[in-house]
């Protein structure tokens, strides 16, 4: 194997395995996480029941969801992977979206208690726009771009100077 076609394969795989480093989740696969809390009306006192608290994850809206909560509000969510999560509460009213996500860790969480307030909803917010976060899939995105981009440019390098060894070798003609 020519050695700038060496270089060239062992940039590529340094790049990819960086990139898969640095993008890996730090809490280990498969770890779970219980999660439960009060729901209450805007007034902070009045349990909300027969509500549905669920979390959604990440692009691929994948919903984890509570029964709906009992006589005095609470509800609960087990066994749910670690993660950052969008929250929603689903009432006869209409749906309820947090404007700040809900980080899970392993084991168990600590309860939240939520106040239902109507005139608090943000249509942007509840079609996943504007919340100043960027999602794990664009993240891998970019960063598959930048890779690729590292690749190509590596790989005009190498032959750059594969053509020009190659020229400086040929014999007088």
């Known amino acids: 194997m020519a050695p700038g076609r060496f270089r060239s394969i062992a940039a590529a795989t340094l790049s990819v ?6 993008s ?9 996480a219980s999660w439960g809390g009060r729901v209450f009306e ?3 006192v009045t349990p909300r029941e027969g509500v549905v608290v669920s979390l959604a994850e990440g692009p691929s809206e994948a919903t984890l969801r509570a029964a709906p909560t009992r006589a005095d ?3 609960t969510i087990d066994g749910a992977p670690t993660g950052t999560y969008r929250l929603k509460v689903e009432a006869p009213e209409g749906v309820f979206v947090s404007s700040e996500p809900v980080k899970l860790e392993a084991g168990a969480n600590t309860p939240m ?3 239902l ?12 726009l504007g919340n100043g976060e960027i999602s794990s899939m664009t993240e891998y995105l970019i960063a ?9 440019v590596i790989l005009e390098i190498t032959d750059d100077d ?3 060894n190659a020229t400086n070798h040929l014999p007088p003609g």
């Open 73 to 75: 509000g609470t509800f």
């Open 24 to 32: 890996a989740p730090l809490t280990p696969a498969g770890a779970v």
């Open 117 to 128: 307030n109507p005139g608090a909803i943000n249509a942007k917010q509840e079609q996943g």
């Open 42 to 44: 805007s007034d902070r």
């Open 162 to 164: 594969d053509e020009t």
């Open 17 to 22: 395995a960086l990139v898969w480093v640095f």
């Open 113 to 115: 208690a939520l106040a």
């Open 144 to 152: 598959g771009g930048v890779t690729l981009f590292a690749l190509l």
